[in-house]
T-cell receptor
Framework: NAGVTQTPKFRILKIGQSMTLQCTQD?????MYWYRQDPGMGLKLIYY???????DKGEVPNGYNVSRSTTEDFPLRLELAAPSQTSVYFC?????????????FGPGTRLTVL | KNEVEQSPQNLTAQEGEFITINCSYS?????LHWLQQHPGGGIVSLFM???GKKKHGRLIATINIQEKHSSLHITASHPRDSAVYIC?????????FGAGTRLTVKP
């Protein structure tokens, strides 16, 4: 099992460009998440999904969009990139949601917006 | 206001030293998670605990639910323990993460 995979690993964008961060998991998990990690801060939830076709906003959704057409894939779309979106992005998945559920993380995508 | 606070922010130790990383939280929880972020960036789960103590090899995690405090201890630290250690709690329908403690163990 590959677990959670993310592409690309690194990307530099110009202000105003768009891109999609890809995330795939092969554990048949219903729950998937997108986080951003900024220096000196804890991971912040951008969007999450409880299953194919169902997504919801997290703590910091502005400037991002997601879709979940299959159980395996949960892409994150950045429209009109801004320097404030420079961050490391992590995708994660879990079999269910709540205090006792372990989340499995992808390797991260380091995004710089110049 | 952060629901989860960690200390210290950075920690440098010599190989063999006993390490303690602290996590305090301000909300009612059922369980707390400790995670390790490798220098390459990958994040893995170390422990999930709701009471008492858990031990995996040289790592020991304790929690006091009444005092809203958890500690992660590393015995006989080794340079390969160098990483960022993150605690997290599930609150208000989301996982809330501390900012992490960056540990560097020197040979």
């Amino acid at each position: 099992n590959a677990g959670v995979t993310q592409t690309p690993k690194f990307r530099i964008l110009k202000i105003g460009q768009s891109m999609t961060l890809q995330c795939t998991q092969d554990m048949n998990h219903n729950y998937m998440y997108w986080y951003r990690q900024d220096p000196g801060m804890g991971l912040k939830l951008i969007y999450y999904s409880v299953g194919a076709g169902i997504t919801d906003k997290g703590e910091v959704p502005n400037g991002y969009n997601v879709s979940r057409s299959t159980t395996e894939d949960f892409p994150l779309r950045l429209e009109l990139a801004a320097p404030s979106q420079t961050s490391v992005y992590f995708c994660a998945s879990s079999s269910s949601r709540g205090s006792y559920n372990e989340q499995f993380f992808g390797p991260g995508t380091r995004l710089t917006v110049l | 206001k952060n629901e989860v606070e960690q200390s210290p922010q950075n920690l440098t130790a010599q190989e063999g030293e006993f390490i303690t990383i602290n996590c305090s939280y301000s909300v009612g929880i059922s369980a707390l998670h400790w995670l390790q972020q490798h220098p390459g960036g990958g994040i893995v789960s170390l422990f999930m605990l709701s009471s008492g103590k858990k031990k995996h090899g040289r790592l020991i995690a304790t929690i006091n639910i009444q005092e809203k405090h958890s500690s992660l201890h590393i015995t006989a630290s080794h340079p390969r323990d160098s990483a960022v250690y993150i605690c997290a709690v599930f609150f208000n329908n989301d996982m809330r993460f501390g900012a992490g403690t960056r540990l560097t163990v020197k040979p």
